[in-house]
């Protein structure tokens, strides 16, 4: 198992920048995809961005050359990654999730940390 806890969100105006953290606990060995998810007000649960163990990112069409996930950073405790969010607008308002999929136990998920992009 491991635990997540996001952290990092917030108010800002368009334009502006967040970064979100996810710090995982736990089980980290096992993680081989890590990845932000997002829910917009009446909107289902999207991929934000996800990034492999080897390196290998993937984003949404929506969210390109603007967010920027990072390598997983380890040390003896934690594992933690993060989501540099660039020129926000106010459609990428919403719940953001962290997401850690775990070899051979399937995906955990983060609490959600609120993110509002105001016009």
């Known amino acids: 198992q491991v635990q997540l806890v996001e952290s990092g969100g917030g108010l800002v105006q368009a334009g502006g920048s967040l970064r979100l953290s996810c710090a995982a606990s736990?089980?980290?060995?096992?993680?081989?995809?890590m990845g932000w998810y997002r829910q917009g007000p009446g909107k289902q649960r999207e991929l934000v961005a996800s990034?492999?163990?080897?390196?290998?990112?993937?984003?949404?069409d929506s969210v390109k050359g603007r967010f920027a996930i990072s390598p997983i950073s380890r040390d003896t405790a934690k594992s933690t990654w993060y989501l540099q969010m660039d020129s926000l607008k106010p459609e990428d308002t919403g719940v953001y999730y962290c997401?850690?999929?775990?070899?051979?136990?399937?995906?955990?998920w983060g609490q959600g940390t609120q993110v509002t992009v105001s016009s």
């Open positions: 736990g089980s980290i060995s096992s993680i081989n995809i």
């Open positions: 997401y850690a999929n775990l070899r051979l136990q399937g995906g955990y």
């Open positions: 990034i492999t163990n080897g390196g290998w990112k993937n984003y949404a």
